[in-house]
């Protein structure tokens, strides 16, 4: 069973009967008339390369410094991207450097921060004790006064303007 069907295969050798009768004309010897042109194209790629060994050894080292320059090329371009890597990498170095130099300062001021913080903290706390202690004392004074006071006289002083004097 064949996979062409009739038709397909009746083309098939057409084509081939065709493309024999064009060898045989270009072999049966080459005339300079339009016709024979295409002939002596087709017979000409059939005829084997005459080729002397310089002309051999010539296309060889051709090739060869052609496939030479395509690997200096690729050689190039692998040398200019490990250099443009070993940059990348350099400068980030550089940056994670920055960081961590900054990072130490930051803990540096930060550390100096809650060290001024607990030094005001501190001091608030006495004055807001001594502050106690101050209207602790005013307020003792103020007894102290009435109690010695005379309750007649009008022209004592004015003890709630120098409690907030005090403040």
Known sequence: M???????????IAQ??????RVNAALA???????????VEIAASFEPRVETRNQRDRR???????????????DRMERAEIAAVAAAEQRIAGLEAEV?????????????LEGELAHVTSENRELKLAQVKLETRVAELRIKVT?????DRKDILELPLMSRLVQ
């Open 60 to 74: 060889e080292l051709e090739q060869q410094e052609a496939l030479f320059a395509v690997e200096r090329e690729r």
């Open 29 to 39: 010897g080459p005339r300079l008339d339009l016709e024979n042109a295409e002939a």
């Open 147 to 151: 109690e010695t006071v005379d309750p």
């Open 2 to 12: 064949s996979k062409f069907t009739p038709e397909e295969a009746a083309e098939i």
């Open 16 to 21: 081939s009967h065709e493309t024999l009768r």
């Open 100 to 112: 961590l130099e900054l990072a130490r300062a930051t803990n540096t001021v930060i550390e100096a």
